[in-house]
DNA sequence: CGTCAATGTGACGTATTGATGACAATAAAT
DNA sequence: ATTTATTGTCATCAATACGTCACATTGACG
């Protein structure tokens, strides 16, 4: 969830509260006092998002979020433009221009990162993910059912992501350093042997159906998921 | 064909012409004579379309219709707007606005009729308007109501619009941020936690009639809504 | 057959996550 | 002006998921 995130703000003491606020928050801010200046910048490195004082001296807001939203290269960077209370018009006008979200001044913290993780989240891609199927057994990410031979089967979070890694990726070995970097995510500090538990614990789940034969050890080496017979 | 159709403006005159109108053409129309009113209105039941006239006392007509593009639950209602003739500006704020068609006043009655059929045509299949109906739970958009095996349920307007939510995309898992989104609305910011708040709002009221085995929680991905057994 | 390393397995303390009731703020109704 | 509904947030409780360990079991190899 952190971010590269261009703030345009040409009164000091807003900027550098909103900057405070946005490391905190885990975000990498980077500052414009003009609209030319931030222009300047996304030439060298374009920002996740952009946070945008619609009161500026020199180019306006508009202008600068028009440029934005007319030039090819910098038009899908999200914009939340920060508005005096009460100024109604301009948030229409905002909106028209391009601008994903607005916040009225004064805002706090809170409402804030509120809304750049909305804004994030909904440009975020989603990750649908189709239903996979091998010998009798059906795993379907979008409704985040599993069915061995059409009879429900229930598994934790970890098992199912587990489970759905190994579905995706068959008849492949995996070592425990694999398994970990893409099932739990490769930042994390967990030990090798804890993959052991959860195999366990997948397989497990998968008795009542027969299906956890498909959930092969290759010794030495980590496991595979294969539904062909073992060695 | 018949649809009920808003029909905001606060010259009586033109009102009246307006809705004998829609009764001769068997539409149902129901009057509002201000924006305030109308958003008042459309919090009990939507209707299929809005008529609106773009001058009105308090709150314009612009943002009146920014506000119903900008809530996910009644962003679907199509807009028709009655400009003064020769207003070319409004026309194009309008458009941009979100309605979508224009009558410029005077108007014939033929006019009138050709535009909402054809605005009815093409949105048709997109109206909110229809009932949902599953495993003996009845909800209908139109007439804000909600019956579990034919006995009513009470639903406060938050719960309404979320079970609303679930029951026309079934099966599926909606995190939270998903929810969010589409029941609340993209400005306003909440906690991921109050959906939790609702769920179990919304719970309580379906226990009458047994209804709230049909909410299930899909645990570290969020909540889904199913007639079929419980994971 | 015995040894050692790799893997399987049950148990346990802790951390996350969701459920729930209470509460205050706000809006609506009377 | 009061009362009533509705809503968002929080504190707390309960459920369960997680990571690690200790010990059992297995398999390869001399």
Redesign the pocket.
């Known amino acids: 969830m952190a971010a590269a995130i261009l703030v345009v703000e040409d009164e000091p003491a807003i900027r550098e509260l909103v900057v405070l606020n946005l490391q905190q928050a885990g975000h990498r801010p980077v500052v414009a006092d003009s609209a030319e200046q931030a222009l300047a910048l996304m030439r060298d490195a374009l920002p996740d998002l952009i946070l945008l004082d619609w009161m500026l001296p020199g180019m306006s807001g508009v202008e600068f979020a028009r440029r934005v939203k007319a030039d090819a290269y910098t038009k899908q960077v999200p914009i939340i433009m920060l508005t005096a209370r009460s100024d109604e018009q301009d948030k229409i006008t905002g909106l028209e221009t391009g601008a994903d979200d607005y916040i009225t001044k004064p805002f706090s913290p809170?409402e804030l990162n509120?809304r750049i993780k909305a804004v994030l989240r909904r440009l975020a891609p989603q990750v649908a993910g189709n239903p996979v199927e091998m010998a009798g057994l059906r795993l379907d990410p979008s409704t985040h059912r599993v069915a061995g031979n059409d009879r429900t089967i229930?598994?934790?979070?970890?098992?199912?992501?587990l489970l759905h890694f190994f579905m995706t990726r068959p008849e492949r070995v995996h070592s425990?350093a694999q398994v970990l970097d893409q099932v739990?995510g490769n930042h994390?500090?967990?030990?090798?042997?804890?993959v052991?538990?959860?195999?366990?614990?997948l397989?497990?789940a998968l008795e009542a159906s027969g299906h956890d034969v498909l959930?092969q050890?290759?010794?030495?080496?980590?496991?595979r998921f294969s539904a062909r017979a073992e060695d």
């Open positions: 809170r509120a229930e598994l934790g979070p970890t098992e199912f992501r425990r739990w994390v500090f967990v030990e090798d042997r804890t052991d538990v959860h195999i366990r614990r397989r497990r959930i050890t290759v010794r030495g080496s980590g496991y």
